[in-house]
């Protein structure tokens, strides 16, 4: 079993920064991949980064490159996503999520293991 806490969503202006944590207890962190994804009102949890055991491979959704940068700290167990040049189209909840069975980044929520609770995001125009 693998417990995830997410924080530091908000209510921001478009072109600000938020910077979301999660972190683990339960299990070997460093073992895992990690990924966040969102779902907004009406539709279906979408992929928006991921990031490898040790890592050093990353994974992003073509509308959030150049503007998010996930990383992790497996001393504390913890994967952070950076959140630049925020974007009205970017208001969602924010889900982190564990894959146990590492096999190359994966984008689909249904190879995700355990969830946290998310964290709400919303970005006014």
């Known amino acids: 079993q693998v417990q995830l806490v997410e924080s530091g969503g908000g209510v921001v202006q478009s072109g600000s920064s938020l910077r979301l944590s999660c972190t683990a207890s339960?299990?070997?962190?460093?073992?895992?991949?990690m990924g966040w994804f969102r779902q907004a009102p009406g539709k279906e949890r979408e992929f928006v980064t991921a990031?490898?055991?040790?890592?050093?491979?990353?994974d992003y959704t073509d509308s959030v490159k150049g503007r998010f940068t996930i990383s992790r700290d497996n001393a504390k167990s913890t994967v952070i996503l950076q959140m630049n040049s925020l974007r009205p189209e970017d208001t969602a909840v924010y889900y982190c999520?564990?894959?146990?069975?590492?096999?190359?980044?994966?984008?689909?929520?249904?190879?995700?293991?355990?969830w946290g609770q998310g964290t709400q995001v919303t970005v006014s125009s």
């Open positions: 990031i490898s055991p040790s890592g050093g491979r990353t």
């Open positions: 339960g299990r070997t962190f460093s073992s895992y991949a």
């Open positions: 999520g564990v894959n146990i069975d590492y096999r190359g980044l994966l984008r689909s929520p249904r190879e995700y293991n355990y």
